[in-house]
């Protein structure tokens, strides 16, 4: 009994939910999205509500269930409203700048790393030391984050790098604190 996959998803005014076949296709104020789903699972759309049904109680098919119910959900968030996700650059002479629809950072290696924005999502830099990815797409503003992330990851003892920012970073002690 999946308590997830059994909720109906209301449709908000101005979002279009369509399904065709296996294709779940979100359409809002905001953009697009589509989403092929797995055959075990059957999406069906009427009076503003989007309900999810599975075809057995195989355990693979449970555990699509909520997955599929829970990514339509996000689809209609998305198209409705952005996600964002904020990141912070800490470190003397770390600092994020954006050229075009560029993000450059600079953090301390011999030349400045470029990325490009995907399709979808767009960087914005109020300060040179906070970078906020925006996109309708959830998984694609996590993964963008998470691979502006890796250009240089926080590090444990004086804490330099990129950071989410409601990450918190455990700080070790170093050589001289150990006698």
Known sequence: MSRIG?????????????????????????????KEIHKNIT??????????KRLNDEAFNRSLHGLTRTLINNMIIGVTQEYTRNLEVNGVGYRAAKKGNKLVLTLGYSHPVEMDAPAGITFEVPNPNQIIIRGIDKELVGQCAAIVRTKRPPEVYRGKGIKYEEEVIRRKEGKTGKK
Not at 6 to 34: A, H, Y
Not at 43 to 52: A, H, I, L, Q
């Open 6 to 34: 059994n909720k109906p998803i209301t449709i908000p005014d101005g979002v279009e939910v369509k399904v065709d076949g296996s294709k779940v296709t979100v359409k809002g104020p905001k953009g697009t999205l589509e």
């Open 43 to 52: 999406v069906t759309v009427d009076n503003n509500m989007v309900n999810v």
